[in-house]
């Protein structure tokens, strides 16, 4: 490179500099600047320094100087701080619809947007959150052709699969069988759910990573079914993602179970107060496994009262509970 080329690029290594190698906790001084670029080529004077430094300042970047021994800089913001960045990257690691290999090359990326030395604070803690991925490597590809055919309005084709005991897959019905018009992509439950408008079962979801072979289609969907579709009302009584008849329950809880409701409906679930130990939640759900199972984690704590036709279900699962457990 020609040195009237490096003279011009200095600005950039320094800044560089600043958002590698610093933070409000490790700053550099000018003297440690100075011999960074000499090490890449480039000669730069005290003076110099500080007339690059304004100049990114007055481009808008936050530079403090700390003056101590030495006077020093360092990076005080950036697109990301640094608690929001470790709820990003939490967020990634739990992910279960993200492979291992990309749950690590995300993270990476992730990480190069603060210094050096809060790269390693982010990652010290991550391995404690690792979980069960997914082994599709292709759902983060499946993410984008999705959102692109979203964005566009149109309709998609696909195979959808599942797996047998020897872990193999089994593709339901024809590959590419699949032809759906695509609603919207929502992360529930540590996995992406894409949620639809398919033919045979009206508004339905599949797990992104059983998806396969997306085919961007150009055919165009129903507008005004899609105008008509409330994702708020059609998630909101579902429990992990399972498809129910929607109900309008009546639970009673005991007091402790409070927050556990507010935590799973809302704050603006309506409650009304039993006796000093009890009280009544009135909540939307759908009639599902799911939602049975998720009541039976409560034991004699959750009871509920209505409708009779979830009361029914929950007692045939109860007996037919028993019966497994009785059979030798």
């Not at 590809?141 to 084709?157: E, F, W």
Request: net charge positive; aromatic share 12%.
């Amino acid at each position: 490179m020609a040195k009237s080329t490096d003279q011009k690029s200095k600005i950039f290594h320094i800044y560089n500099m600043l958002y590698e190698k610093t933070d409000e906790n490790h700053m550099i001084s000018t003297n440690d600047i100075i011999k960074e670029l000499a090490s890449l080529g480039i000669k730069a004077e005290r003076k110099s320094i500080y007339d690059d430094i304004r100049i990114l300042r007055e481009l808008g970047f936050d530079i403090i100087g700390v003056k101590s021994k030495s006077y020093g800089y360092y990076m005080a913001s950036r697109e990301l701080q640094l608690p929001e960045l470790k709820l990003v990257i939490d967020a990634v690691v739990a992910a279960r619809f993200l492979s291992e290999k990309k749950t690590q090359a995300l993270t990476q990326e992730l990480t190069k947007l603060v210094s050096t030395h809060q790269k390693k604070e982010l990652l010290k803690n991550t391995k404690v959150y690792s979980r069960t991925k997914t082994k599709n490597e292709f759902v983060y590809y499946n993410i984008d052709s999705i959102n692109q055919a979203i964005n566009k309005n149109v309709k998609i084709k696909f195979s959808y699969f599942d797996y047998d005991l020897n872990k193999e897959k089994v593709y339901r019905g024809v590959r590419g069988k699949y032809k759906v018009s695509p609603y919207a992509l929502i992360w529930q439950d540590e996995y992406y759910y894409l949620i639809c408008y398919y033919e045979r079962y009206n508004i339905t979801q599949f797990k992104v990573d059983k998806m396969e072979k997306i085919e961007v289609l150009r055919e165009k969907i129903d507008l005004e079914k899609k105008k008509d579709f409330d994702l708020t009302k059609y998630t909101k009584p579902m429990f992990n993602m399972f498809k129910g008849d929607p109900l309008k329950a009546e639970i009673i809880f005991d007091q402790s179970l409070l927050n556990v409701v507010f935590d799973r409906f809302g704050l603006d679930t309506r409650v009304q107060e039993v006796d000093k130990k009890r009280f009544k939640a009135f909540v939307d759900v759908s009639l599902s496994p799911t939602f049975i199972s998720w009541i039976f984690t409560f034991k004699d704590k959750a009871k509920v009262i209505a409708p009779q036709s979830l009361v029914d279900e929950i007692e045939e699962t109860i007996k037919s509970l028993a019966k497994v457990y009785s059979d030798k």
